[in-house]
């Protein structure tokens, strides 16, 4: 139990829409990161959050877009689905000064 | 680029014995390193970390291993029981933008046999 949950836990779109994936971070976590998890592959940061500011993007194009609201809640927007955005999606929230994040269950997305 | 690697994508152990998982990685500059542990149809669990002014944290049945110089580092778990059965992912730690990343590996299913 890592207090980090997400919704919705599967979802099923097609290319070209939009999709809001949602993430309630552990309490006194102030940053809260999001990472997509390709089947076969170790999960793969796409951006964090700190204080309701994005303060850092991975790899990934500008349709990919997020929030963290003052309530530890945070939400991944994703537009103009494609194939390839099929994945896991993990939210990660932790404190400023520890090194460890701790992951919720995931949004298992499929677009077809 | 991928700069942790897992290069064993499985390993099977009997149940008691110990199990070693490797990584590595090529950027110098990440200084803190992590395991996580991942059952299917769940998130990854945070299992053990250590910094790189260490070469070894331990943790009850785990122990990380970190040798800078090699840009290695292991798991061993001892005695290896049949809740270990997961896919075990190494991460590397870095900032960018000043924000916290991981890194992480391509993952190693490890299965205990009873």
């Known amino acids: 139990e890592t207090g980090v949950t997400q919704s919705p836990t599967h979802l099923i779109k097609t290319r070209g829409q939009q999709v809001t994936l949602r993430c309630s971070s552990q309490?006194?976590?102030?940053?809260v990161s999001w990472y997509q998890q390709a089947l076969g592959q170790g999960p793969q940061f796409i951006f964090q959050?700190?204080?309701?500011?994005?303060?850092g993007r991975g790899n990934f194009p500008p349709r990919f877009s997020g929030l963290q609201f003052p309530n530890y809640s945070s939400e991944l927007n994703v537009n103009a689905l494609e194939l390839d955005d099929s994945a896991l999606y993990l939210c990660?929230?932790?404190?400023?000064?520890?090194?460890?994040?701790?992951f919720g269950e995931g949004s298992r997305l499929t677009v077809l | 680029d991928q700069q942790v690697k897992q290069n064993s994508p499985s390993l099977s152990v009997q149940e008691g014995r110990i199990s070693i998982l490797n990584c590595d990685y090529t950027?110098?500059?990440?200084?803190?390193f992590l395991w996580y542990k991942k059952y299917p149809a769940e998130g990854p669990t945070f299992l053990i970390s250590?910094?790189?002014?260490?070469d070894k944290n331990e943790d009850g049945r785990f122990t990380v291993f970190l040798n800078k110089s090699a840009k290695h580092l292991s798991l061993h778990i001892v005695p290896s029981q049949p809740g270990d059965s997961a896919v075990y992912f190494c991460?590397?730690?870095?900032?960018?933008?000043?924000?916290?990343?991981?890194?992480f590996g391509q993952g190693t299913r490890l299965t205990i046999n009873p």
């Open positions: 959050y700190y204080r309701e500011e994005e303060n």
């Open positions: 990660a929230s932790g404190g400023a000064d520890t090194g460890e994040l701790f």
């Open positions: 309490s006194g976590h102030n940053t």
């Open positions: 250590i910094s790189s002014i260490k």
């Open positions: 950027n110098s500059m990440f200084d803190y």
């Open positions: 991460a590397a730690s870095s900032f960018v933008q000043g924000a916290q990343k991981l890194v």
